[in-house]
T-cell receptor, first 113, second 114 residues
Framework: DAGVTQSPTHLIKTRGQQVTLRCSPI?????VSWYQQVLGQGPQFIFQ???????GRGNFPDRFSARQFPNYSSELNVNALLLGDSALYLC????????????FGPGTRLTVT | AQKITQTQPGMFVQEKEAVTLDCTYD???????LFWYKQPSSGEMIFLIY??????QNATEGRYSLNFQKARKSANLVISASQLGDSAMYFC???????????FGAGTTVTVRA
């Protein structure tokens, strides 16, 4: 079975631009979470979606938004990019929204110049 | 608020030896889950092992075992018979029943020497 997939793998953007990152969960998983990992730190929670509804949001500005589609794939959008948005963006899927194992994708490495 | 503490920024271990990675946590929720992930230089977070707060036995998965001491709020990961491929960053994480997110520690870098 395919694991969590993310696209693109790498991305370079300029300050002020907008970016869309994509994630496809493991087949059968209905929950998708997004995390931001700045170099040298642990991942920080951005959003969780379950059955196409937002179930949780981390301490991130409104420039960050996300959505989940009927096939449970998800997009993370970041507007008005700042240099500090440079990070590895990780998507994780799980069967349920509660306490259960989350499986991560390979991540999208975003560089903002 | 949840808090995960990993006090060892980096560790060296000889091939075939065991290594213990420390993790302490803080939560007021009696129902929670503890996770360990491995992150190689490629960046992907690889799930290793899970321990539920009500589990009576310590979790084991192959060469990985979790030393769960609930009263001390400790969830240390033990890697037995270290291999060169175990060289990576290791993260401890927690999720309680009132939250949807995983809260991660700062991580411990493990370097296995031949």
């Amino acid at each position: 079975d395919a694991g969590v997939t993310q696209s693109p793998t790498h991305l370079i953007k300029t300050r002020g631009q907008q970016v869309t990152l994509r994630c496809s969960p493991i087949s059968g998983h209905k929950s998708v979470s997004w995390y931001q990992q700045v170099l040298g730190q642990g991942p920080q929670f951005i959003f969780q979606y379950y059955e196409k509804e937002e179930r949780g949001r981390g301490n991130f500005p409104d420039r960050f938004s996300a959505r989940q589609f009927p096939n449970y794939s998800s997009e993370l959008n970041v507007n008005a990019l700042l240099l500090g948005d440079s990070a590895l963006y990780l998507c994780a899927s799980s069967q349920l929204a509660g306490v259960s194992e989350q499986y991560f994708g390979p991540g999208t490495r975003l560089t903002v110049t | 608020a949840q808090k995960i503490t990993q006090t060892q920024p980096g560790m060296f271990v000889q091939e075939k030896e065991a290594v213990t990675l420390d993790c302490t946590y803080d939560t007021s929720d009696p129902s929670y889950g503890l996770f360990w992930y491995k992150q190689p230089s490629s960046g992907e977070m690889i799930f290793l092992i899970y321990q539920g707060s009500y589990d009576q036995q310590n979790a084991t998965e192959g060469r990985y075992s979790l030393n769960f001491q609930k009263a001390r709020k400790s969830a240390n990961l033990v890697i037995s018979a270290s291999q060169l491929g175990d060289s990576a960053m290791y993260f401890c994480a927690m999720r309680d029943s009132n939250d949807y997110k995983l809260s991660f520690g700062a991580g411990t870098t493990v370097t296995v020497r031949a």
